[in-house]
């Protein structure tokens, strides 16, 4: 099963967070984990309608983004987590 998000809604495959910091200290798998904040885009909407226009996305399938902590709703599809939420929840595209 596939999610084909509507307007301007964006569907995410959040990317594990690294498991050793900078400078070199390995972070255990017991320590509490924080929600990721990147992710790679996997399906967008159309874009937002707005007096009968339809403003574009800002993003593509494919891009790696980062998105606000608590933005976007968390949902499960066929047995793997996903991440949907509003344009407004990307604050960048990382290149």
């Given at each position: 099963m ?11 495959e ?10 070199g200290?390995?972070?255990p ?16 909407g ?9 403003t ?11 998105f606000?902590k ?10 793997k987590?996903y991440?949907?939420?509003d ?9």
């Open positions: 596939m999610i084909k998000p509507l307007s301007n809604h964006i569907l995410l959040p990317q594990a967070e690294e498991k050793t910091t900078k400078s200290i390995v972070i798998d017991t320590a509490d984990k924080e929600r990721p904040t990147r992710g790679t885009v996997v399906a967008v159309p874009g937002k309608s707005e007096d009968g226009k339809i574009p996305m800002s993003v593509k399938v494919g891009d790696s983004v980062l606000k608590y933005g976007p709703d968390e949902l499960e599809i066929d047995g987590k991440l949907i939420g344009e407004d929840d990307i604050l960048g595209i990382i290149e």
